[in-house]
């Protein structure tokens, strides 16, 4: 337990994080494998890594998930 | 949306085997092909649909809706359509044509996004409002006493440590609140290079706070 959780979350970086380039690169097999096995983050985890800090690659990913789950829209 | 479904597997990529679905589509966006146009316009339908849905999902965060929601899902599925057809030719078949052309579109509605934001920005660049930092991270202004070295070392680390860019970014990020895709726009930069700067940033002040004793570090955790 941190005295100070968010801004210690926030400073915390990881040197398996994937980046935004690499991210987006992989985010379609990401995005199938969770939709198939929901084991995307063991796959890559790397890419799981870059998502749980940054926000706009977060919501792509949501996005994406978002687009092929919902065939009828 | 149109592409769910793809059962027969009936051709190769690089030793993959592809669906049905998106050999149909390889085949019809090569550029020889007779049905080239019209596989074109089915893509812009297909990414039209899908940046209608995205642009609907994020609209709480945009404040649009109605005609300037709808333009901006037209640009970013006309954008999105230039790109896969430039690109299809570095398609793996790692994974279904549709999630991977779907990418696209969703990043370029997220660069509109970001666009969208200095039509009615809400913070300025530069202005660094330091009063904004607790709420920012939670800290409880009851305990001010406790967390006022700790900003107070932050704020020196920010000045001292970082670089002009490393400091310009962490200030508009963290401190004013500017979405990092409208960062991008703002830098003609791209996602990767501000997400970089971003990430060098937090891994000089972390190291700043450990070494001035305001962090434990991992290996003293972990002891």
């Known amino acids: 337990m941190t005295r100070w959780p968010s801004l210690e979350r926030f400073l915390k970086t990881d040197p398996q994080d994937a980046g935004c380039a690499e991210t987006f690169e992989l985010l379609d097999r990401y995005v199938e494998r969770e939709m198939a096995h929901g084991d995307a983050a063991d796959r890559y985890p790397e890419v799981a890594v870059h998502l749980s800090n940054c926000n706009p690659c977060i919501e792509d990913f949501e996005g994406l998930l978002a687009a092929i789950s919902d065939p009828e829209d | ?223």
């Open chain 2, 1 to 223: 949306m149109a592409f769910a479904g793809h059962a027969a597997l009936d051709s190769s990529l690089g030793g993959r085997r592809l669906d049905a679905d998106t050999v149909s589509w390889l085949e019809g966006l090569d550029g020889g092909s007779p049905v080239h146009d019209a596989t074109t316009v089915r893509l812009y339908e297909l990414l039209l649909r899908v940046a209608r849905h995205e642009a609907r999902r994020r609209s709480p965060q945009l404040g649009i809706a109605g005609p300037e929601l709808d333009d901006l899902a037209h640009q970013a599925a006309a954008d999105a359509v230039v790109n896969v057809v430039a690109k299809v030719g570095e398609f793996r078949g790692e994974s279904r044509f549709t999630t991977w052309a779907c990418k696209f579109v969703i990043f370029e509605v997220s660069t509109r996004i970001g666009r969208h934001f200095w039509r009615h920005p809400t913070t300025s660049m530069d202005a660094e409002d330091w009063d904004r930092l607790p709420d920012r991270f939670g800290l409880d202004p009851v305990e001010a006493s406790e967390w006022g070295d700790l900003v107070a070392a932050l704020r020196a680390a920010v000045e001292h440590e970082l670089t002009e860019r490393q400091r310009r970014i962490f200030v508009a990020i963290v401190l004013n609140g500017v979405p990092l895709d409208a960062l991008v726009v703002e830098l003609g930069a791209n996602r990767n290079a501000i997400y970089k700067t971003l990430f060098d940033a937090r891994r000089k002040l972390r190291a700043s706070l450990v070494t001035n004793g305001y962090l434990a570090d991992d290996a003293s955790r972990r002891a």
